[in-house]
């Protein structure tokens, strides 16, 4: 409004105006004015008294009626409004050339060929409701015109809104509909979905938009983002409680109980290589240097493929042993499809129904150190000293090489030709462990399988082998270091510091745990709670925690981002080729660590939710023996029949052991797993 229109009237009772009121035109009559207060009384068109301040004042009409012939004038502005075509009368406006700003009283004459005062209400009416997309308000009598494209856009999104409003209400209608069936199932326990005992839905053939807002529910669950309006409409089906929404995707055949959700939750990327590549072994082993003493691979129960295998020759004499660990080379696939892989995948995803490989499948069972069949590897020879209480790695020659591994052993066989192997890992961790306080990182590892829809229980203990292949492992760790550092190839190490007075209290530890005879969970818990932090660095480091000044990752190219990267600098080493800078691993770097971590959380949610889901149905209500640590301040029990697990936080630096009767309470939809002393 322009307060010149009608400042100078002294007398505007009796006249039609247009106000604004929470953000829209309104018409009325005006019965009084308060000119002290610059305060209007206002006559609205449903019958209300208002007072309004003359701030909120738009316009007054020199059309002048009675309070009784008001609302029969305001009936017929209103019809009028409703003649006025304002989209045919932009079309008219943007077909004239040149034109960009038109009046009121062009508008009124291109329309109709006359300005009353009435129809220039119903006018003013029409430009400030929200049908007006078509025109902008500038100074005067002046009106913008709109833009043709902006125009189609603000129509679209118009539309959009609109569809969304009537999907809204659909869906609200069949919740109502559906409402006892929804009612039942989120009153049922938790129990029943993981027996299967648990209503579905009779009507498998849901509308396309009761999918879409039951996805949305689905995203909701995930944790993802959902929109507002979505979110609000949602709330009419559950509560939003995890644990609510959870029962009605199962019952809506949204998720299984037993889906791995966590995938999407974390933006796996399990997609296939878009291509697969053709590795020619015989081409790739051709003027490789031959290893020709004994070769053998060790792993875990069930592995298909191998990363790494060894090599024992005799030892050079008391005092120093030579040594060969045998990694694939993955420099024989360098391209940058293979490495774009690696970095989204960061590693190999671990779950209870499969592994999904970091590389295509193809790709790591061909390149798979497979016992009788010659492969192409980068071979460490390690020339180390062990006397004195000391691990010293005097040499490391690096060479591209053919190998042909003997045999491939699990860590549960027995067999001589392995005896060199697991008595240099004994005198390894003897060394690095007992006398010098290195972190013991092997524990037993309780693991639930599932194939076919079946659970599968299965133990994998600690025994010789499997720590003297960890020992060895964690030696050519500290060679690939060594020899990095001294040729200045760039790589990614692996840092982790730690106290001289904790080294301590590790090494006095471990020697006890040996006469205690202490569970293996509570010897890790013990070694770890003193050597917590580790990271990744371009700059040489060393594992302190574990016991050597210099480490490197390297030994699981085809299962882990950093030991990929980090052999294929050394296999382009060998060939001469460029390098990547440093500058170039350490924009690698956060790209790795963000898909590691999201990995790594999805499966270790995955586990627990397995695990929860196997108490849940098989051991509620069973006593157990479990060790509890710190009993009567915060509580850490390990329930051996079960699994290794940590519930709570311990800060002391003594512990109190005592073993008590518990009972387990688990819930996967919170992943929680409660340990209840009897």
């Not at 579905?200 to 959902?226: A, C, H, M, Q, W």
């Not at 959870?246 to 974390?266: D, G, R, T």
């Not at 745990?513 to 580790?534: D, E, G, K, V």
């Amino acid at each position: 409004m322009l307060r010149s229109e009608y400042a100078e009237n002294d007398l505007k009772r009796g006249k039609i105006a247009l106000f604004f009121d929470r953000g829209k035109l309104h018409l009325g009559l005006i019965k009084d004015e308060y000119k002290n207060q610059n305060k209007l009384l206002i006559l609205s068109e449903t019958k209300e008294e208002k007072i309004i301040r003359e701030l909120q004042l738009y316009f007054i009409s020199s059309v002048a009626t009675d309070e009784k012939s008001f609302f029969a004038l305001a009936e017929r502005i209103r019809n009028l409004e409703k003649e006025i075509d304002i989209r045919t009368l932009w079309e008219i406006a943007i077909s004239t050339p040149d034109l960009k700003e038109i009046t009121e009283d062009e508008m009124l004459m291109a329309l109709f060929q006359e300005s009353s005062g009435e129809l220039k209400i119903a006018l003013k009416l029409k430009l400030h409701s929200d049908e007006n997309i078509f025109f902008k308000k500038k100074i005067n009598d002046l009106w913008e015109i709109i833009q043709e494209e902006k125009v189609k856009k603000i129509e679209q999104e118009r539309e959009i809104k609109r569809q969304e409003e009537e999907r809204i209400l659909k869906f609200k209608k069949w919740i109502h509909s559906n409402k006892d069936f929804i009612e039942k199932v989120k009153n049922l326990p938790i129990t029943d979905f993981f027996s299967g005992n648990f209503p579905t839905y009779p009507n498998s053939d849901l509308d396309d938009d009761i999918r879409f807002f039951l996805g949305e529910l689905k995203n909701l669950f995930l944790g993802k983002d959902v929109k507002q309006t979505i979110r609000s409409a949602l709330s009419y089906i559950s509560d939003i409680k995890e644990s609510t929404i959870f029962k009605i995707l199962c019952a809506f055949s949204v998720i299984h109980p037993y889906e791995n959700f966590f995938i999407e939750k974390f933006g796996l990327d399990v997609k296939k290589f878009s291509s697969e590549i053709k590795i020619d072994i015989v081409q790739n082993i051709t003027g490789r240097e031959k290893i020709d003493i004994e070769t053998y691979s060790l792993d875990i129960e069930g592995t298909e493929i191998r990363d790494d295998a060894v090599s024992i020759p005799e030892e050079a004499d008391d005092c120093s042993t030579e040594i060969f660990v045998h990694i694939i080379d993955i420099s024989v696939i360098d391209t940058p499809e293979v490495i774009d892989r690696v970095l989204k995948m960061g590693k190999s995803f671990y779950f209870p129904e499969g592994k999904i490989d970091m590389l295509s499948e193809s790709i790591a069972r061909t390149l798979s150190l497979d016992s009788g069949m010659i492969k192409p590897a980068i071979t460490f020879k390690i020339k180390v000293s062990l006397k004195e209480h000391r691990i010293d790695v005097i040499k490391v020659d690096v060479a591209k090489t053919a190998v042909k591994i003997l045999k491939n052993y699990e860590f549960s066989s027995c067999d001589e030709k392995l005896e060199k192997i697991r008595d240099l890992g004994k005198r390894l961790y003897k060394i690095r462990v007992l006398d010098n306080g290195g972190v013991d990182l092997i524990c037993e590892d309780l693991i639930i399988l599932i194939k076919n829809g079946n659970k599968e229980v299965l133990r994998w203990g600690v025994n010789d082998y499997r720590i003297a292949l960890s020992e060895i492992m964690m030696l050519c760790a500290h060679a690939i270091a060594k020899f990095c550092k001294e040729n200045k190839i760039p790589i990614y190490y692996r840092r982790s510091n730690i106290t001289r007075e904790a080294k301590e209290e590790i090494r006095k530890f471990n020697n006890e745990a040996i006469t205690l005879n202490l569970p293996r969970p509570y010897i890790l818990w013990r070694n770890i709670r003193a050597a917590r932090h580790i990271e990744t660095t371009i700059e040489p480091s060393g594992a302190e925690s574990i016991g050597y000044d210099l480490y490197a990752w390297g030994t699981s190219p085809i299962r882990r981002a950093w030991d990929f990267i980090n052999i294929l600098q050394i296999g382009r080493f060998l060939d001469g080729k460029k390098l990547f800078s440093e500058e170039e691993l350490e924009k690698m770097k956060t790209k790795i660590e963000v898909a590691i971590s999201n990995a790594e959380t999805a499966e270790d949610k995955r586990y627990k939710y397995i695990l929860s889901a196997h108490i849940l149905q098989e051991l509620r209500n069973k006593e157990f023996s479990a060790l509890v640590v710190e009993s009567g301040k915060i509580h850490t029990y390990w329930v051996d029949e079960i699994a290794s697990f940590v519930k709570g936080k311990s800060k002391s630096g003594a512990d109190v052991l005592k073993y008590v009767k518990v009972k387990l309470e688990a819930d996967p939809v919170e992943q929680t797993i409660k340990v209840i002393e009897i």
